[in-house]
Structure formats: C-alpha cells, structure tokens
Antibody
C-alpha cells in the first residue's frame, strides 16, 4: 500500500519560490503511476496543479503553467513541486497524490501541508 | 479547460435520508468522472471512479451514475460518518478539474 508524505516550509515570502517534496513509501516511484500536486486554499475547493508520469511526462494547469515545475527524483523515491513568484493567492493546503497509470481517480494522498505566503 | 459544476453547494439532511449530488461537465468526458469525500482537516478520499465503480472499501450505500456531461452521486441511507464535503473531478483530459464541492450537513 503506497503512502505519501509532503514536506517543506510552511511559510514563504511573497515573490519567492515555494518548494515542496512528496516522499513515496511502500512502492517504487518509477512504477506505472502518475504523481500529482493538488491544492486547496482555506475554505475553498480543490485545484489541480499538475501531474508527472512514471516516464517523466508532465501536464500543468494552464493557470499556473508559467510558474510551476513538477519533477521526480527516482534515487530518493520522491517527487517535487516548485511554484515561482508566489503571492498571497498561493496560500493553500498542498496535497501530493498518486494514481495507477490505468486508473481514473487519485487513490493515494498525502495528509496535506499548509503553505502560507506572507512577509 | 473542462469546467465542472456541482449542485447543490450545500445540503442539509438527516440520518437515514437518501441524498443525491449532481455534477455537470462543460463538455463530454465520457465516464471519466470521480467522486471524493473530504472531512475537515483531512485529505480527500476516493469513493467512486469511472462514474460508477465503487472504490475498494467504500460502503455500498454510495453509488454513482452518468456519462457524457451529467453525473450523480447517491448516498442511499445517510450515516453519521457521511457528513462531509463531496467533490467531483474529471480525469478525461488535463487539467483534471474539480467541482467546487458540496458540503453535506446534518439537519
């Protein structure tokens, strides 16, 4: 059973880069899975940020495309998110999630980590 | 992007009630529709995938239906642990957009 755990700073200053990591345990990150980042501003709905396939192909939300990078580090069995030039609107709980390549929904989720953008 | 619209945004119901939540896509997504349950302070939990397939371990009182642009999530007999927020999500094409959520509250 896969387990995901987010890590990273809880506070980021405006205009800086938000960096989060998701450690995958209970399985190999290089297996046939998609790995995603999803966020939820306080009191609001879920926003899909982007996804990386087991082969390294990425898809990003067009609303964030110019500021976001998702990457995989197979040696550490983890994947990462970077959001550049953050503003208060990027304050949210950030979740990492995973799904099997042939699946529809995201079966595996981290517990989420709150990132606040503030000076 | 495909827009997902859920209704209602909030709903009050009693234990034992039958409840239906709807989700509409802005264009056809075939059966690529998933439903999640989220409780306060927790990550979403996958309930239904591919419009009508029950995720392993999810009680059979949850069911999903629909195809194309119109989908429903039905809870046949509400239990106390079902009071939560429900989200639909399309996985037909990236970005895999979510609906705005439906908060199910105790009447």
């Amino acid at each position: 059973q896969l387990q995901l755990q987010e890590s990273g700073p809880g506070l980021v200053k405006p205009s800086e880069t938000l960096s989060l990591t998701c450690i995958v345990s209970g399985g190999s990150i290089s297996s046939s899975y998609y790995w995603a980042w999803i966020r939820q501003p306080p009191g609001k709905g879920l926003e899909w940020i982007g996804i990386i396939s087991y082969s390294g192909t990425t898809y990003y939300n067009p609303s964030l495309l110019s500021r976001v990078t998702i990457s995989v580090d197979m040696s550490k069995n983890q994947f990462s998110l970077k959001v550049r030039s953050v503003t208060a609107a990027d304050t949210a709980v950030y979740y990492c999630a995973g799904r099997e390549y042939s699946a529809y929904g995201y079966e595996y989720w981290g517990q989420g980590t709150l990132v606040t953008v503030s000076s | 992007d495909i827009q997902m619209t859920q209704s209602p945004s909030s709903l009050s119901a009693s234990v034992g009630d039958r409840v239906t939540i709807t989700c509409r896509a802005s264009q056809s997504i075939s059966r690529s529709l998933n439903w999640y349950q989220q409780k306060p302070g927790k990550a979403p939990n996958l309930l239904i995938y591919a419009a009508s397939s029950l995720q392993s371990g999810v009680p059979s009182r949850f069911s999903g239906s629909g195809s194309g642009t119109d989908f429903t999530l039905t809870i046949s007999s509400l239990q106390p642990e079902d009071f939560a927020t429900y989200h639909c999500q399309q996985s037909n094409s990236a970005p895999h957009t979510f609906g705005q959520g439906t908060k199910l509250e105790i009447k």
